[in-house]
Each structure stands twice: as structure tokens, then as C-alpha cells.
């Protein structure tokens, strides 16, 4: 069993920066692919970038590529995302993901196995 629990989520203004996190704790946590994942009021989660077991890997969402980083350190059991020039369609919750073995290009949440319970992200113009 994963569990995952996000944080750093909150009220923010067009243009600024967010790092988000999400604390990963399981027996084979540091083996799974882990993706970041919005869900916006009244329409579907979206994917949003996921990154590769071993770290070397990286895919993004078109929406967001550029703007944002998604990292991990296994060694601490961390999952981060760095957004950058924060849009007012950015706002949503944002919930992490954890799969042993979803490729990390799959952009279907209902792929990914194990989920946070999000942390809000709005971003106020």
C-alpha cells in the first residue's frame, strides 16, 4: 500500500511561483512512477506531468510545458512540482499520483493506481 499526501497548495497571485509537494510512504514508493494530476471545478482530473522511478524520465501536460518542473527524491520519499508564471486556469486541486507500473506518458488518471487527497491551488487575478 502507497499513501500520499500533498501539500503547499494555497490562494495565489497571476504570475507568481508555487512548489508543491507530496510526501510518498509505502514499501515499493520508490519504485513507482509519480505524476501530479489538476482537477478544476466541474470538469475532469487532468494530467499534469509524471516522472520516472529513478528520476531520469520527465513528461508534461502541453498546457504546462515550460512552466513547470516536476521532481523527486527518493532518498526522503518526496515528489515536488515547481510552477512558474501561475495562470488563473491554473486553479484546481492538484493530487498525486503513484503507479508501479502506468508508463509515465500515460495521461489518464484512471491508469494510476494510488492517489493523494489534493491540495487547492487558486490563483487569483
Known amino acids: 500500500q502507497v499513501q500520499l499526501v500533498e501539500s503547499g497548495g494555497g490562494l495565489l497571485q497571476v504570475g507568481v511561483s508555487l512548489r508543491l509537494s507530496c510526501a510518498a510512504s509505502?514499501?515499493?514508493?520508490?519504485?513507482?512512477?509519480l505524476g501530479w494530476f489538476s482537477q478544476a471545478p466541474g470538469k475532469e482530473r487532468e494530467f499534469v506531468a509524471a516522472?520516472?522511478?529513478?528520476?531520469?524520465?520527465?513528461y508534461y501536460a502541453d498546457s504546462v510545458k515550460g512552466r513547470c518542473t516536476i521532481s523527486r527524491d527518493n532518498a526522503k520519499n518526496t515528489l515536488a512540482l515547481q510552477m512558474n508564471s501561475l495562470k488563473p486556469e491554473d486553479t484546481a486541486v492538484y493530487y498525486c499520483?503513484?503507479?508501479?507500473?502506468?508508463?509515465?506518458?500515460?495521461?489518464?488518471?484512471?491508469?494510476?493506481?494510488?492517489w493523494g487527497q489534493g491540495t487547492q491551488v487558486t490563483v487569483s487575478s
Open positions: 499520483a503513484s503507479d508501479r507500473t502506468v508508463t509515465i506518458w500515460n495521461m489518464s488518471w484512471r491508469a494510476w493506481h494510488y
Open positions: 509505502g514499501c515499493t514508493s520508490s519504485t513507482h512512477n
Open positions: 516522472i520516472s522511478w529513478g528520476g531520469g524520465g520527465q
